[in-house]
C-alpha cells in the first residue's frame, strides 16, 4: 500500500514537473502521464487543463473513451475545449490496450484502421466477458491520481464515458462516491455491465437516434430506469445522428464550429456540470 502511494505521489510530481516546464503550446495541447496501476503498471493518459489559467481548484472530468481512441485527435480537441471551460480533463483509454496496437488519429475510421480497431474491441469485449474487475480498477486509478492532485477540487469528479466505457461509467459511479456526476455516451449492449440506479449521482444521456453500433433503445431503457427510480438525469436524444454524433468532423474537410450538434451538445454538457457539480460562477473580469 505504502509502495502504490509512493508511486503515485512520483506520478504527481512529474506531472507537476511538466506543467512547470514544458512550453505553454505543448500544455495548450494536453500532456501525456502514466498513472500507476496497483498490479504494478501504468496506464497512459492525456490531461488538459486551461489555456488561459486559473487560481483555483479546478473541477475534473475523466473521459473515458473506447479501445485506443485516446489517439483520437477528435477527443483531444473535446477534451481541451472542456478544459478551456475551466475543467481539469484527463482523457482515458481504460481498457489499457497497448498503444502502438491501435489505429492512427487520421486513419481510424477508414480502411485498415477500422478493420483493425473493429478487432482491438473484439478482443477487449473477451476479455470483459470474463471479469470486468481490472476496467473498472483503471477508473479507480485515475481518481485517486486526481484527489491527490493538487489543481483539483476533490469534491467535485465526474465521469464521461464514450461508447463502451458509458456503461463502465455507471457501474463505477455506483462503488465509488467521489464521483458526482455521470454522462453517459451512446452506450450499450453487448457490454452493459451491472448498476444500481438507487446509488447513481445525476446522470446525463447523450444519444444519437441512429446509432449505427448501439440502439437507442438502450438510452431510453437507462432514462427509463433513471426515472422510475426518481434519479436526477436530463435525456438528449438527437434525430438522425449516428455513434460519437457529438465529437466527430471529418478532419480532411470540417472543424468542430461547422457541426452544429457537437456545438449545442457540448453547451449542454458544460451547463449539466456546472450544474450537478455545484460550481459557483467565475468573478467577472475587472476592467482596466
Request: hydrophobic share 45%; charged share 20%.
Given at each position: 500500500m505504502r509502495l502504490f502511494l509512493?508511486?503515485?505521489?512520483?506520478?504527481?510530481?512529474?506531472?507537476?514537473?511538466?506543467?512547470?516546464?514544458?512550453?505553454?503550446?505543448?500544455?495548450?495541447?494536453?500532456?501525456k502521464t502514466q498513472i500507476p496501476l496497483r498490479d504494478g503498471g501504468t496506464l497512459p493518459a492525456y490531461c488538459f487543463l486551461p489555456q488561459q489559467g486559473t487560481r483555483h481548484p479546478l473541477p475534473a472530468v475523466i473521459v473515458g473513451v473506447g479501445v485506443g481512441s485516446t489517439k483520437i485527435a477528435q477527443y483531444h480537441d473535446h477534451c481541451q475545449n472542456l478544459a478551456n471551460r475551466y475543467f481539469a480533463v484527463v482523457l482515458i483509454d481504460p481498457s489499457n490496450f497497448p498503444e502502438e496496437l491501435a489505429p492512427g488519429p487520421y486513419d481510424w475510421?477508414?480502411?485498415?484502421?477500422?478493420?483493425?480497431?473493429?478487432?482491438?474491441?473484439?478482443?477487449?469485449?473477451a476479455r470483459l466477458a470474463v471479469t470486468t474487475k481490472w476496467y473498472l480498477n483503471s477508473i479507480k486509478a485515475v481518481v485517486d491520481y486526481l484527489v491527490?492532485?493538487?489543481l483539483v477540487d476533490p469534491h467535485r469528479i465526474a465521469l464521461s464515458g464514450h461508447s463502451q466505457p458509458a456503461n463502465a461509467a455507471l457501474t463505477y459511479a455506483c462503488q465509488d462516491p467521489r464521483i458526482k456526476a455521470v454522462i453517459w455516451n451512446y452506450g450499450g449492449s453487448p457490454w452493459v455491465m451491472p448498476y444500481e440506479p438507487l446509488r447513481l449521482p445525476p446522470v446525463q444521456i447523450f444519444h444519437g437516434e441512429d446509432d449505427d453500433?448501439?440502439?437507442?433503445?438502450?438510452?431510453?431503457?437507462?432514462?427509463?430506469?433513471?426515472?422510475?427510480?426518481?434519479?436526477?438525469?436530463?435525456?438528449?436524444?438527437?434525430?438522425?445522428?449516428?455513434?460519437?454524433?457529438?465529437?466527430?468532423?471529418?478532419?480532411?474537410?470540417?472543424?468542430?464550429?461547422?457541426?452544429?450538434?457537437?456545438?449545442?451538445?457540448?453547451e449542454r454538457l458544460v451547463c449539466f456540470l456546472e450544474r450537478t457539480l455545484h460550481i459557483p460562477p467565475r468573478p467577472a473580469r475587472k476592467r482596466g
Open positions: 509512493l508511486r503515485g505521489m512520483v506520478c504527481w510530481f512529474l506531472s507537476a514537473l511538466a506543467l512547470c516546464f514544458c512550453p505553454s503550446e505543448t500544455i495548450a495541447q494536453g500532456f475510421d477508414r480502411g485498415g484502421g477500422w478493420v483493425v480497431g473493429s478487432l482491438n474491441q473484439g478482443v477487449v469485449a491527490c492532485w493538487p453500433v448501439y440502439d437507442v433503445k438502450y438510452a431510453r431503457k437507462l432514462a427509463f430506469e433513471l426515472q422510475t427510480n426518481m434519479r436526477p438525469h436530463e435525456v438528449n436524444i438527437y434525430p438522425h445522428q449516428k455513434h460519437m454524433f457529438n465529437v466527430f468532423y471529418d478532419l480532411r474537410t470540417e472543424n468542430r464550429f461547422m457541426k452544429p450538434v457537437i456545438l449545442e451538445s457540448f
